[in-house]
């Protein structure tokens, strides 16, 4: 089951700041955030294991809310590179499998 | 320079001519898979490969065959394409399972005809 992000879009000012959610209906054991800009490949943002943990890279942080399913990208301050789709994707009950939610696409304008 | 290598990058083909995409890592990387990706459906995962010999289906396996004969290649399989092939491809690598950062190629992107 493909995890449901929101929003579908976002539209920022640079320095606005932004929240991409990621839910499932299966159980999590690990969400992974990552960030495709056009024409290009996704390139790995972070991983987090269950455990309501959160991680930060420079001001893009995650949280993982094992018994919600669910997991949230915060980008603050937003800048100009940041602009691109962000993924979430989950491995569901412990499987090896990597399911990608359908993406959100993330426009930072100065 | 550690990196996922596919080819061909782009193909126009027609329908029925079989074809394969390669992909290869220099990363030591037990685990490869495969990803599709279409407008508005995101990466779906299509086979994933565990270690040597060792492959499993994702979500969208039909139309597709794989194979892991060694470590570094991962070779994606149409025997007979059809138009609703035509996507964006993505071979992904990582250390040792599907819980580890992808490292993905830059994508082959096929036309069926």
């Known amino acids: 089951q493909q995890p449901v992000q929101s929003p579908q879009a976002v539209i920022l000012r640079e320095g606005e700041d932004a929240v991409i959610n990621c839910s499932s209906s299966?159980?999590?054991?690990?969400v992974h955030w990552y960030r495709q800009k056009h024409g290009e490949a996704p390139v790995f943002l972070m991983i987090?294991?269950?455990?309501?943990e959160q991680k930060g890279h420079e001001k893009i942080s995650a949280s993982f809310n094992e018994k919600k399913q669910q997991s949230s990208l915060y980008l603050t301050a937003s800048q100009l590179s940041y602009s691109g789709t962000y993924f979430c994707?989950?491995?569901?009950?412990?499987?090896?499998?990597?399911?990608f939610g359908k993406g959100t696409k993330l426009t930072v304008n100065p | 320079e550690a990196q996922v290598t596919q080819n061909p990058r782009y193909l126009i083909t027609v329908t029925g001519k079989k074809l394969t995409v390669t992909c290869s890592q220099n990363?030591?990387?037990?685990?490869m898979s495969w990803y599709r990706q279409d407008p508005g459906l995101g990466l779906r995962q299509i086979y994933y490969?565990?270690?040597?010999?060792?492959?499993d289906k994702g979500d969208v396996p039909e139309g597709y065959k794989v194979s892991r004969k060694e470590k570094r290649n991962f070779p994606l399989i149409l025997e007979s394409p059809s138009p609703n092939q035509t996507s964006l491809y993505f071979c992904?690598?990582?250390?040792?399972?599907?819980?580890?950062?992808?490292?993905f190629g830059d994508g082959t992107r096929l036309s069926i005809l």
């Open positions: 992904a690598s990582s250390l040792y399972r599907g819980l580890q950062p992808q490292h």
């Open positions: 299966k159980a999590l054991y690990s």
């Open positions: 987090l294991l269950k455990g309501g």
């Open positions: 994707g989950t491995n569901q009950g412990g499987s090896e499998k990597l399911v």
């Open positions: 990363m030591n990387h037990e685990y």
């Open positions: 490969s565990m270690n040597v010999e060792v492959t």
